[in-house]
């Protein structure tokens, strides 16, 4: 039995529910997590010493992955807003290696270079991103890009001198938390290390961050640390690495339209192709055209990605998918934030011979990295006669309500009627349960219920459990 303790971002289905929900594929694997009420949301913090206490009650593991984020700050949004001292924080990373050193084989894990958000909402950041947002941004994105051309910088700073200061000061304090962790990495305290680059653009103070960091990992040739565009997906990648250590398994990544490979998601700074070549190397596994074990499919865009949220451009496969007679999995990034809905309708004509999973969660990078795990636990748990297939089809159930039925089809109703989210995705549950009619029949799976919420109380989260 491989025992793995992980201890998430936050609260949110994608970080808590879908690891349980992957993992059940393969009967030889035990989990243990945080209870889901110690893990921050939007707005609170996580219990720190309930997660502390949670790692003080576990028996020996054999992999402990880890949110450096949640240790150190409560939290990925927590860790842009709380007002923690480096000292404070320094303290429970101690406290935390002392603990790791006794519990666990293995320790992977991964820390948020802090994102710098193009607009003015303060949903994630603090209270004053509702005013200064944008010109923060504009100020970090024009300091970068004139120190790198060795120009003069063209942006006049209109954001107030205490408001820089606070943002400098937040700044300065995680970045100096992560290069404590490249240390504790090039001392060997962790097997893999990953700072992740969340919403980034071409230049920025988190673009530099990032560079020096690389910088450093380079000078020193330390093996264990990666710095990798994404966010919410590195847990399921640093999971799967997990598992997949002295696997071989080889994947072969085809584009379904191949003159597209090259160009960039939204949200993103790596062209597609290198986004896909990154996700799968986190996950331990190997690109390999020829002589591969599974085939990742790739509903990718010809040449802009669209995105089901801002709805300037929306993108339908037009064309007839030749789906694979050898074990395959889909990643579905023809548009952010949702599935092509002319691709499931071809999907959903296939039977389940040879599927191993489909994916359109939200960014590139975090529908690429969620695919890839579920695909590689099925593959393992068939290799060692350990697979759980009703299993398999929860999850796959899950996958196609929230990223087809909820996020490409109802989620805009929802949206668009903020002031009641409840009230409008109780309006769309008919909806929701009419298109899960489909799902259900290219599965062949029917729970007994379904019940929907938002639990962060917007429309981007939804909460699906089926039983």
């Not at 320790?107 to 923060?136: C, D, H, T």
């Not at 090039?186 to 680059?197: A, C, N, P, V």
């Amino acid at each position: 039995m491989t025992k793995i303790a992980l201890i998430p971002i936050d609260n949110r289905p994608i970080c808590y529910d879908l690891i349980q929900d992957v993992l059940a594929l393969d009967n030889d694997i035990e989990l243990f997590m945080p209870k889901i009420e110690y893990l921050g949301g939007l707005q609170t913090s996580a219990n720190i010493e309930k997660i502390f206490e949670f790692l003080s009650d576990l028996n020996e593991i054999d992999y402990l992955i880890v949110s450096l984020d949640t240790l150190a700050y409560g939290g990925l949004v927590n860790s842009r807003r709380c007002d923690d001292g480096f000292e404070t924080i320094k303290n429970r990373i101690e406290k935390f290696k002392e603990l790791a050193f006794k519990k666990c084989k293995k320790v992977l894990a991964f820390s948020s270079i802090m994102r710098i958000s193009n607009n003015n909402i303060n949903e994630e950041e603090k209270e004053y991103w509702a005013q200064w947002g944008k010109r923060i941004f504009d100020w970090s994105y024009y300091l970068h890009k004139s120190e790198v051309e060795k120009t003069a910088n063209c942006v006049i700073n209109k954001v107030p001198d205490e408001i820089l200061a606070d943002y400098i000061k937040t700044r300065k304090r995680n970045f100096e938390i992560n290069k404590i962790y490249l240390n504790l990495a090039q001392e060997g305290f962790f097997d893999t290390l990953i700072f992740s680059k969340d919403d980034c653009a071409e230049f920025g103070l988190n673009v530099k961050e990032a560079n020096e960091l690389q910088k450093e990992v380079d000078e020193k040739n330390i093996q264990n640390v990666l710095i990798k565009t994404g966010a919410d997906e590195i847990p399921l990648a640093l999971v799967t690495r997990a598992l997949a250590q002295n696997q071989n398994i080889k994947i072969n990544p085809v584009f379904i339209e191949e003159n597209g490979k090259n160009k960039i998601s939204k949200y993103e700074d790596i062209s597609l192709f290198d986004c896909v070549k990154s996700q799968i190397e986190i996950a331990n596994c190997l690109v390999n055209e020829k002589n591969f074990d599974l085939t990742l499919l790739i509903n990718n865009f010809k040449n802009e990605q669209g995105d089901l949220v801002l709805g300037d451009i929306i993108n339908n496969i037009d064309k007839e998918i030749d789906f694979l007679k050898t074990p395959y999995f889909i990643a579905d990034t023809n548009n952010a934030n949702g599935a092509d809905c002319n691709f499931i309708h071809q999907l959903f004509k296939q039977n389940l011979d040879n599927f191993y999973g489909y994916c359109g969660y939200n960014t590139s990078a975090n529908t690429l990295g969620c695919a890839i795990f579920c695909a590689v636990v099925k593959f393992l748990a068939l290799k060692k006669n350990t697979y759980n297939n009703i299993a398999f089809k929860k999850i796959q159930a899950i996958r196609f309500l929230d990223d087809w039925a909820y996020q490409a089809i109802s989620r805009k109703f929802v949206r668009e009627n903020a002031s009641d989210f409840k009230k409008a995705l109780e309006i769309k549950k008919e909806e929701l349960n009419k298109n899960f009619e489909k799902i259900s029949k290219f599965l062949d799976y029917k729970p007994e219920k379904i019940e929907y919420s938002l639990p962060w109380d917007r429309s981007f989260e939804i909460r699906i459990k089926l039983g």
